[in-house]
């Protein structure tokens, strides 16, 4: 039988795009063909492109879209699920590699690293009376979403500080908290009066919007350390600086952005506070990028050949 026409819609790891001319017709970017997607289309797999609403409307034949990667906020569902268009994406995959980069943003926070790595590499030198850290031994790791990453975090952070775990997420069903020695609370709000970091991985939706803003800053821990890992916009940006700058909160560290790559213009007040922000790099490792890649393609050609 024919191998089903993939339309790829942007540079896939390597070894994901030699998967792909080996099982299935793909028709990569650059390719005069590719122009003619929107026509054509039945199968596409997107890394990090962009499906509006007026993209699914002139796909006539689209049935299924592969999405490496968890969220799938840049695909518009509603229009999809309306034209009974599946869409696949890889779950779980890049847990792990998020999961570490929370680590990573909540230690350089805690020791003040993005200010002292950059002040220096300005050519200021800098005293080490100036620098004051914090150890993360036993405290308490807060979590907003108890998803993959949330439970891959409480893992790495058990192991790593002895931490102790506080989650909330109210749509994990009871018996799945029974696996996890975690305390479960009831409210958002024990999460944020009681753990010393506290690190959000919800989707990005209308109501996960500035979930966590000022007045729920103003109810943390002095030396609480905030960690978005998730998507730009649920920790509101703007009350982040003058919660930073009035000492609510010890610091945060931020690798999801509102407005990315994240410029200078709009994030100099923010790291000139020490606040530790990285381009989206959550799932940018080699391996991760092929692990997600390949499971995305995997599922899309499994439905392709039904
Ligand atoms: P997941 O779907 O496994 O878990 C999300 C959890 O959030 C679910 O358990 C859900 O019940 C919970 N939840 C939803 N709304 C909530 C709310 N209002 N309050 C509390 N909990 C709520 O997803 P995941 O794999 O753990 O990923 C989490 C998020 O991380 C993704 O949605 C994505 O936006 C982001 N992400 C970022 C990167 C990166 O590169 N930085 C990479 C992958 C994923």
């Known amino acids: 039988f024919d191998k089903p026409t993939i339309y790829v819609m942007d540079k896939f790891h390597p070894k994901v795009e030699e998967y792909l001319k080996e099982h299935s017709n793909p028709i990569f970017p650059g390719d005069p063909k590719h122009g003619q997607w929107h026509q054509k289309a039945q199968y596409i ?10 993209d699914v409307e002139s796909c006539p034949r689209l049935l299924a879209v592969g999405k490496q990667g968890v969220g799938t906020d840049k695909i518009d569902a509603a229009a999809c699920k309306k034209r009974g268009i599946r869409i696949f994406n890889t779950p779980g995959v890049n847990a792990r590699a998020v999961a570490e980069l929370v680590l990573t943003l909540t230690m350089a926070t805690a020791r003040g690293v993005g ?24 405290r308490k790791l807060g979590l907003i979403g108890m998803g993959n990453i949330g439970k891959m975090a409480a893992q790495i952070f058990r192991g790593a500080f002895e931490a102790t775990v506080i989650a909330y997420d109210p749509y994990l069903p009871a018996d799945a908290w029974s696996d996890l020695p975690h305390e479960r609370a009831g409210i958002i709000e024990d999460v944020l009066r009681t753990a010393d970091v506290i690190s959000v991985h919800v989707p990005l939706t ?22 978005n890992t998730a998507r730009g916009g649920i920790v509101n940006e703007a009350d982040l600086e ?4 009035e000492g609510l909160i010890w610091g945060a560290g931020l690798d999801c952005h509102e407005q990315e790559p994240p410029s200078k213009e709009k994030y100099g007040g923010l790291w000139d506070l020490g606040v530790v922000s990285t381009p989206h790099i959550g799932a940018a490792t080699d391996q991760t990028q092929m692990e997600t890649g390949m499971a995305a393609a995997q599922k899309l050609l499994a439905f392709a050949t039904g």
Request: glycine content about 4%; charged content about 25%.
């Open 45 to 54: 797999l997107v890394r990090s492109a962009h499906l509006t609403v007026d």
């Open 115 to 138: 200010r002292i790595v950059s002040r220096q590499s300005e050519g200021v030198l800098v005293p080490k009376e100036t620098c004051k850290g914090l150890i993360l031994h036993k």
């Open 206 to 227: 209308e109501s996960t919007r500035n979930l966590i803003s000022y007045e729920q800053m103003k109810m943390m821990k002095p030396d609480a350390i905030i960690i």
């Open 242 to 245: 003058v919660a930073v700058r």
